[in-house]
């Protein structure tokens, strides 16, 4: 079987090439969609992914959009202390001028944090945060595609502070721009935002004593959890279900593609299947060469096309968000491999119904 | 001694429309190793429904086909591809070989799907492309063969399973006059060394020389030539 789909394969080079070259271009396609895909979401909600928090008490009206929902949090501080497990969650926005570097400004997202409280990821590179006044910060090390690095120091203007990124962190990027953590004192102490405020607090293990007493001071909210934070995110959902749609729809695409392409190469050779039947070869035998073609062919499409996407993290400029991830590759390449054995199926109801007589009489 | 070919009593109706058409009435013949047998008629005469039937393609209405003694009346699809496979072998109008193989593996296919083992497989493949003269063109594809050597190599294939019987369908309809007498004496050399039974269908009268036996389709009997 695996011989006589070889040899066929090797005689119909440019058919079977053509085929081949189809699938892989899908596959890439498929493949780089799904690594942006992922890449877009990472940047605009990996720091919520990668956070500890699993539940959020967000504004009602807020539509859980962390950014459309605050409270004053000085009553909760001195009410619930932040030992029972709470802490004040806050996004702020800042846009930093890198010094002595290049004009343009950098987006950020500043969040302000104890050391030793469960919100701070830790650093990948350099040193921690202190807690004390002084104005060094932490950043995602996507802050090194804008020339970030470090013992740079960035400029708010807004505040006419001057921040030292001390240290690099990893997986802290919100609403695609790179998390920037600085610590509780200095952010009080410099007044960034008046009041102590907090867009959200959260907890990290489910405590409904905990939950009620924070409600019961903070008022005017609801705890939700981190699904429903994420998928307030602005343009989450709508990025992903687009691209995912694209994927969608390429699978789609491949599936009438390949089932056409595999069809037409089947009716070609009808009259060949006929007369292996008629000298004794098995449906079972035939589609079973048919699908081992087709076997052969996805394994090596799908691998170059693998291979492929793998070469374009090399290719695409550093600030694209995009992301090689093993579990997603896989994922889609056996959804492709599926596809393409599914394709094939639907013309091997064609082998079984040839009738092996027509070998007989072809003349009369 | 079991017979390579009985046919006991074959009819065979067609349905036209509300009627059926009678193709085969009565046939009853029989042939024994070592025979060359020719079967010929007009166009439309049955002549190939008939060796389809012989030939386990297709049924018969009443009667049965007993091939090297084993009745094939009441066989499934699968029982009768390894009748195909095992007991017979086909010779069609055109070679009808696969483009994408050469000569040996031609052959090479039909042993394997027979579960032959490799060294067997090779051996015989190469003694029987000698056998129709193509030792030399064992490792041409189809499209580089000339239309009577690929009738060869299909004469070949036939015999590569060694089958009690052969079948050969107008396998000289596709050649020119010189071309038709070599394949059929090619045939017949083959069928007498090896001592196979052979049953040839065709219309062209000069090649029944080489036939032990002729039987004429006649209003739907077969008639033997006294």
Not at chain 1, 206 to 231: F, M, Q, Y
Not at chain 2, 132 to 153: A, I, T, W
């Amino acid at each position: 079987m695996f011989h006589l789909a070889i040899k066929d394969m090797r005689f119909s080079k440019v058919k079977y090439g053509l085929i081949a070259f189809i699938l892989f271009l899908i596959a890439s396609l498929v493949l780089i969609v799904s690594g942006l895909a992922r890449g877009l979401s990472d940047q605009n909600i990996a720091m919520l992914v990668e956070s500890e928090a699993t539940e959020f008490y967000v504004s009602t009206d807020s539509e859980n959009r962390l950014d459309q929902s605050g409270f004053l949090i000085e009553d909760l501080v001195n009410d619930v202390p932040t030992e029972e497990g709470w802490q004040p969650l806050i996004t702020h926005p800042v846009r930093f001028v890198h010094q002595g570097k290049a004009d343009e400004k950098l987006a950020a997202t500043m969040i302000p944090v104890d050391r030793d409280a469960k919100l701070y990821p830790g650093v990948t590179e350099g040193e921690d945060l202190t807690n004390d006044a002084s104005l060094n910060i932490i950043v995602d090390q996507t802050m090194r595609a804008d020339g970030v690095s470090l013992n740079d120091t960035l400029y708010d203007e807004e505040t006419d502070l001057t921040f030292t990124v001390v240290g690099f962190t990893e997986n802290q990027t919100y609403r695609h721009t790179p998390v920037v953590y600085v610590s509780e004192t200095a952010f009080y102490a410099e007044e960034i935002s008046p009041h102590q405020v907090a867009n959200t607090v959260v907890i990290f293990e489910e405590n409904d004593a905990l939950k009620a007493s924070i409600d019961s001071v903070l008022e005017e909210g609801e705890w939700v959890n981190k699904a429903a934070v994420i998928d307030a995110v602005p343009g989450h959902s709508s990025e992903q279900m687009s691209l995912n749609m694209m994927i969608f729809f390429l699978i789609v695409i491949s599936v009438f593609v390949l089932a056409a392409f595999f069809y037409i190469i089947t009716i070609q050779k009808l009259k060949q299947f006929g007369i292996l039947k008629a000298i004794g070869a098995k449906n079972r035998f035939l589609i079973g060469s048919t699908l081992m073609q087709v076997v052969i062919l996805s394994v090596f499409s799908l691998g170059v096309a693998v291979l492929f996407t793998y070469s374009m993290t090399f290719i695409l400029p550093e600030g694209m968000p995009f992301d090689f991830n093993l579990g997603t590759i896989s994922m889609y390449s056996g959804l492709m491999f599926l596809v393409s054995i599914l394709g094939a199926l639907l013309s091997s109801r064609r082998i079984v119904k040839v009738d092996p007589q027509q070998a007989m009489g072809g003349a009369e | 001694m079991t017979l390579p070919l009985e046919v006991k009593q074959i009819n065979k109706r067609f349905k036209d429309g509300e009627t059926y058409i009678d193709v085969l009435k009565a046939i009853d013949f029989e042939i024994k190793k070592g025979e060359f047998v020719a079967i010929v008629g007009p166009s439309g005469s049955g002549k190939s429904t008939l060796l389809s039937i012989i030939g386990a393609l297709l049924s018969t209405d009443d009667g049965d086909v007993l091939i090297n003694g084993k009745s094939v009346k009441n066989l499934d699809e699968g029982q009768r591809s390894d009748v195909r496979l095992n007991d017979i072998g086909f010779i069609f109008q055109t070679a009808e070989l696969l483009p994408y193989l050469h000569a040996e593996d031609q052959l090479d296919l039909v042993a394997k799907l027979n579960n032959m083992d490799k060294k067997e497989r090779k051996e015989r493949a190469k003694a029987l492309l000698t056998d129709v003269g193509l030792e030399k063109r064992r490792k041409h594809y189809p499209h580089q063969l000339s239309g009577g050597e690929k009738q060869r190599v299909a004469v070949a294939r036939a015999f590569m399973n060694d089958p009690a019987l052969i079948l050969a369908d107008e396998p000289t309809a596709s050649l020119d006059e010189d071309r038709s007498h070599e394949i059929v004496s090619l045939i017949k050399q083959e069928v007498k060394a090896k001592d196979k039974a052979a049953i040839m269908v065709t219309h062209d009268e000069s090649l029944l020389t080489y036939c032990d036996r002729v039987f004429r389709m006649k209003d739907h009997h077969l008639i033997e030539d006294k």
